[in-house]
């Protein structure tokens, strides 16, 4: 199975493409979502993957980016994931902020939640 961090990479490149194209005059323009989870348990400490709830859908996700000296995230932990990588940390409240907002998108943030239930990081 490939991998699908470089398929959603090259999906992104395509988004800040058009994005580029729209401040340009055109109009048509799509959007990457980071969309917040919630980490429920670390799955593979020296891989840095951890299991994270997103709207009900549980999907393994690389935390490693939110390594820090004095740690990273943990269990319990809301984050901001983006193409399988928790890109950073968020209180319960912009968590939810965020997702309300997402969800009034409409359609954007189906998508993002049908890759995220079609994807799988092993």
């Known amino acids: 199975m490939p991998d699908a ?3 959603a990479t090259q999906r992104c490149r395509a988004t ?3 994005w580029a194209a729209a401040a340009r005059g055109h109009t048509a323009v799509s959007v990457c ?3 917040p989870g919630q980490v429920i348990e670390i799955v593979d400490e020296p891989n840095r993957l951890a299991r994270v709830d997103v709207a009900g859908v549980r999907r393994n996700v690389n935390i ?3 390594d820090t000296p004095d740690g ?3 269990p319990g932990d809301w984050v901001l994931i983006h193409v399988g990588f928790a890109i950073s940390r968020v209180d319960e409240d912009e968590a939810r902020a965020t997702r309300e907002l997402l969800e009034r998108m409409g359609a954007e943030y189906e998508q993002e939640l049908a890759e995220l239930r079609g994807s799988a990081i092993q």
Do not use: D, F, S
């Open 33 to 35: 979502l980071a969309i």
């Open 72 to 74: 990273g995230a943990t």
């Open 5 to 7: 961090a470089p398929v």
């Open 64 to 66: 490693g980016l939110l």
């Open 16 to 18: 800040h493409r058009a």
